[in-house]
């Protein structure tokens, strides 16, 4: 029964308040629409405008920082190669060595190449940890 009630009193509200609202309305319905139509479409432009403006200054910083992250990875990527050719050099050297040394000697030259091994490996992260920065620092840019 109150349920009844409630639901009639609601109906009867928003009648009431549909009827005040257009009785007392200073435009039409055409003209209502239109000015909301009119207000939708400006701000929609607006957003347009904006975005079109971020990704231009979006683009504009990528263009000018792209050039010095080429010439900063070309760089690492000579002395990475720089430092494996002395590598091989160096491993060819001890092998040449080893291969000349009696028997007794070649047991300490493999436990050097070994090391020389290790020693390879550390300057190849050695020069990596080198690129993180310059590559950290490129983004930073950004």
Same mark, same amino acid.
């Given at each position: 029964?109150?349920?009844?009630?409630?639901?009639?009193?609601?109906?009867?509200?928003?009648?009431?308040?549909?009827?005040?609202?257009?009785?007392?309305?200073?435009?039409?319905?055409?003209?209502?629409?239109?000015?909301?139509?009119?207000?939708?479409?400006?701000?929609?432009?607006?957003?347009?405008?904006?975005?079109?403006?971020?990704?231009?200054?979006?683009?504009?910083?990528?263009?000018?920082?792209?050039?010095?992250?080429?010439?900063?990875?070309?760089?690492?990527?000579?002395?990475?190669?720089?430092?494996?050719?002395?590598?091989?050099?160096?491993?060819?050297?001890?092998?040449?060595? &080893? #291969?000349? @040394?009696? $028997? *007794?000697?070649?047991?300490? %030259?493999? +436990?050097?190449? =070994?090391? !020389?091994?290790?020693?390879?490996?550390? &300057? #190849?992260? @050695?020069? $990596? *940890?080198?690129?993180?920065? %310059?590559? +950290?620092?490129? =983004?930073? !840019?950004?």
């Amino acid at each position: 029964m109150k349920l009844v009630r409630i639901a009639i009193g609601a109906v009867v509200g928003a009648a009431a308040g549909f009827a005040a609202g257009v009785l007392c309305a200073p435009r039409s319905g055409a003209e209502s629409r239109a000015m909301a139509s009119d207000a939708v479409n400006d701000a929609w432009d607006s957003a347009i405008d904006t975005y079109e403006r971020g990704q231009q200054v979006v683009s504009e910083k990528i263009k000018g920082v792209r050039p010095n992250m080429d010439a900063t990875t070309d760089e690492l990527r000579a002395k990475v190669d720089l430092a494996r050719e002395r590598m091989d050099q160096l491993r060819d050297s001890l092998v040449n060595a &080893a #291969d000349a @040394a009696p $028997e *007794e000697e070649v047991v300490e %030259e493999t +436990e050097t190449i =070994e090391v !020389e091994i290790v020693a390879d490996e550390v &300057a #190849d992260e @050695a020069v $990596e *940890e080198d690129a993180a920065p %310059e590559a +950290e620092a490129a =983004e930073d !840019e950004e």
